[in-house]
């Protein structure tokens, strides 16, 4: 009888085993045996182990994947770019867009190392000057960026930047426009007035206000030059005259063409300023010093110098200048165009969007909706005197971005909004090969046109046709040395 109910209770524990899913208490009876049988009852805490399946949703694997590559790559700019991807993902969950922030001077490599791995991104933001060379190599969908440009709308660009997007080769746009900065001349429109001359636009503009200035007002110069043979700033300058005077380093046919009339003609107006200039070798910060402090009437600047006129742009050796103009802004004009003999120009950068080969036809929406509305502002707004929007629509809002825009007048903004109409460079021009740009940047770099410039006007021992002379000789070996390699 008490061997069966041992037994009975150790099954019973037994199903209480099998069954239970949480700690219980277990009754469990012990016989002992000494001089008498007794039945000792007493309580045990038993822990089961309890296996539950839950079933979880896995994370979808089939979103699509497009790397949005850009050249804004400080810590705020790429905020502010994966914001944007964020709001574009939330309306189209299928995607997943990635922002991957690069440096402008690694772009040819890495991109060469992304084509090798078959791995080329979607969308890259670069410098006009690549796109031409990523053109030739094939590796641009420019059907793409004709579709992504009339879905923006194609008239709602500046004829400028969709100029100098088109590849001369097919005809088609082989970028999509960003945005970009201009450079130009700067100059005080109340002497201008009380001098009796026009805005300083074509040369004999120019060259009438350099000699009117001087002694107008508190001005002592009529403009400061750049003359400084060791530094980049007489190039930059001299690069806008020269092209107002379709003076370009190769002709059509890809020979040097540094001493051409054309050129000659644009070295020689260009030294002869120094006659109205601040003495001595100068480069941007004296010509920009020299016009804050009320001594030159004008300014090769870009549009970065916006918020110097207003706060005073800093010193070399500490503190801001003191600008004695009152509503110095107010009284500054902007030419935006330079017209020579044979042409016209302006100059700066433009930034483009480009869409590789093989990238989802979603890149074509990426593009449209980071240069749509507020979005599009909201790049722009990273450095507004940088960033010159080249949408005639966004015009209005890019000139509320900043408080310092509000120094300047509505004539002063439109001309730098509509200096994209002719903005050009030496080194964008689409017909020239990799080796002819290369060769272009070997002039720039080895400073050539700056020692030209200080030859002719401070040395005095060439002159514009032996300097030119000169340039053609430097260049031809430039260019032998860069065909040889």
Request: glycine share 8%; net charge negative; with cysteine.
């Amino acid at each position: 009888m008490k061997k069966f109910t041992l037994l009975l209770l150790s099954a019973l524990l037994g199903a209480a085993l099998l069954t239970a899913c949480t700690p219980e208490t277990v009754v469990e009876t012990v016989v002992v045996t000494e001089k008498e049988e007794v039945v000792v009852t007493q309580e045990v805490e038993v822990e089961k182990e309890v296996v539950v399946t839950v079933e979880v949703e896995a994370e979808p694997t089939d979103k699509t994947v497009i790397e949005f590559w850009t050249t804004d790559n400080e810590e705020d700019r790429v905020n502010t770019y994966e914001a944007i991807a964020a709001a574009f993902m939330a309306e189209h969950p299928e995607i997943d867009l990635r922002i991957v922030p690069i440096e402008e001077a690694g772009i040819a490599q890495r991109i060469a190392t992304a084509q090798a791995a078959n791995r080329l991104p979607d969308i890259v933001r670069m410098g006009i000057e690549r796109v031409s060379a990523f053109a030739a190599d094939g590796i641009l969908d420019q059907d793409a960026a004709v579709s992504t440009i009339q879905s923006i709308g194609e008239d709602d660009f500046r004829a400028g930047p969709l100029a100098m997007v088109t590849d001369p080769a097919t005809g088609k746009y082989a970028a999509v426009p960003f945005d970009g900065w201009i450079q130009a001349i700067w100059y005080r429109t109340d002497a201008f007035e009380t001098a009796g001359v026009g805005a300083p636009i074509s040369w004999d503009d120019i060259n009438a206000a350099c000699d009117a200035l001087p002694g107008t007002g508190n001005l002592l110069y009529g403009l400061t030059l750049g003359t400084d043979p060791g530094q980049n700033y007489p190039h930059q300058v001299f690069e806008q005259v020269a092209m107002s005077n379709n003076a370009w380093p190769f002709d059509a046919e890809g020979n040097v063409s540094m001493n051409t009339p054309e050129m000659v003609a644009a070295l020689d107006f260009y030294a002869g300023l120094q006659r109205c200039a601040l003495p001595g070798p100068q480069y941007w910060r004296g010509a920009r010093e020299a016009y804050e402090l009320d001594q030159s009437g004008m300014l090769f600047y870009s549009t970065y110098i916006m918020d110097d006129l207003v706060d005073g742009s800093g010193l070399e050796g500490g503190g801001n200048v003191e600008i004695p103009v009152e509503d110095l802004p107010g009284v500054t004009g902007f030419a935006a165009s330079m017209e020579g003999p044979n042409g016209a120009a302006s100059y700066g950068q433009l930034v483009t969007l480009g869409i590789l080969q093989g990238a989802d036809p979603m890149a074509q929406e990426v593009i449209k909706f980071f240069m749509t509305g507020q979005n599009y502002l909201d790049v722009l707004a990273l450095a507004p005197f940088g960033k010159v929007p080249v949408l005639e629509s966004a015009v209005e809002g890019w000139g509320s971005l900043s408080d310092y825009f509000a120094f300047y007048s509505a004539d002063t903004l439109a001309q730098i909004a509509n200096g994209f109409e002719t903005m050009q460079r030496w080194l964008f021009r689409p017909d020239y090969d990799a080796t002819q740009r290369a060769v272009i940047g070997d002039i720039e770099g080895r400073l050539l046109i700056p020692q030209a410039i200080s030859n002719i006007a401070l040395e005095g021992t060439m002159t514009a046709e032996t300097a030119a002379e000169w340039l053609q000789e430097q260049v031809e070996l430039l260019y032998a040395e860069r065909q040889s390699e």
